[in-house]
């Protein structure tokens, strides 16, 4: 039985005289954590920006859950069940840690925006609830101890996991991480692997893009490999370990060669 649940089928996207995505067909299955790795100017941002709507592909399809999302605006794909992080943190740097998760739970609040910036009495439960609910996160997270702590006064480490954190908050089916591991100690990242690998564990899919091989190969179900925007390979990550093309493309022909003899 065919359980994807998340697809792209034939992606392109030009730049001008650019290929940066060039026919790239992906499935990923429900609870899985797919990685998506390449060298620099391999296209994975790119491909990351055309899922989450940022940009919008010239030819192909992107599927969720069995329906067509191609093209369709950010704030869409986001409430359809598809959230993101970004290579650099985008937290509001004045704010407090929890009313940077709260914005993320104004995604799944019933009143519209005019409602809350008034401050109406029908608000005011959906207000608590999320409260409660950004609370629980940050419990998860053990950043509870800092939730009124303003963001930008937290270490660089910390910012990247509240930014986790508001990407959860708009409960997402499909979370995608945009290297997330960058600028990280060897003890935050091993921090990191033990948090996506929970938010597997939570029924949260993850499409992971990251230049660190020692977390790729430590959380992924399966790997992606890109260059140039074409996917050259696809697999488990010890298959991909040992593939002759993604070593050439890493570290060159002669190690491929050894690999090959």
């Excluded at 005019?114 to 053990?142: H, V, Y």
């Excluded at 949260?204 to 893009?209: G, N, Q, R, S």
């Amino acid at each position: 039985m065919d359980n994807t649940f998340f697809e792209t089928k034939n992606l392109h996207r030009f730049f001008g005289g650019l290929h940066a995505v060039n026919n790239v067909s992906v499935k990923v299955p429900q609870g899985q954590i797919k990685a998506v790795i390449g060298p620099n100017g391999a296209g994975k941002t790119t491909f990351f920006n055309l899922i989450a709507g940022t940009l919008w592909p010239q030819e192909g399809e992107i599927l969720f859950r069995g329906k067509k999302i191609t093209a369709q605006k950010p704030h869409v794909v986001a409430g359809l069940g598809i959230a993101r992080t970004f290579q650099t943190t985008r937290l509001f740097g004045q704010m407090t840690i929890l009313e940077n998760i709260m914005v993320g739970r104004h995604l799944r609040m019933r009143s519209g925006f005019l409602a809350c910036m008034l401050n109406l009495p029908q608000t005011w439960s959906q207000d608590r609830e999320s409260k409660a609910r950004a609370l629980a996160i940050l419990r998860d997270f053990g950043l509870l101890e800092c939730a009124h702590e303003t963001a930008s006064n937290l270490p660089f480490g910390r910012q990247r996991l509240v930014e986790i954190a508001r990407s959860l908050a708009t409960e997402p089916a499909l979370l995608l991480l945009d290297e997330p591991a960058a600028g990280l100690n060897i003890y935050e990242t091993k921090e990191l692997a033990e948090l996506i690998l929970k938010i597997r564990d939570q029924g949260i899919t993850c499409l992971v893009v990251e230049h660190d091989m020692s977390l790729v190969m430590n959380i992924s179900d399966e790997v992606i490999v890109l260059d140039q925007g074409v996917k050259i390979a696809e697999g488990p990550p010890r298959t991909i370990q040992r593939d002759p093309e993604v070593i050439r493309i890493y570290l060159g022909d002669d190690h491929a060669q050894n690999i090959e003899s």
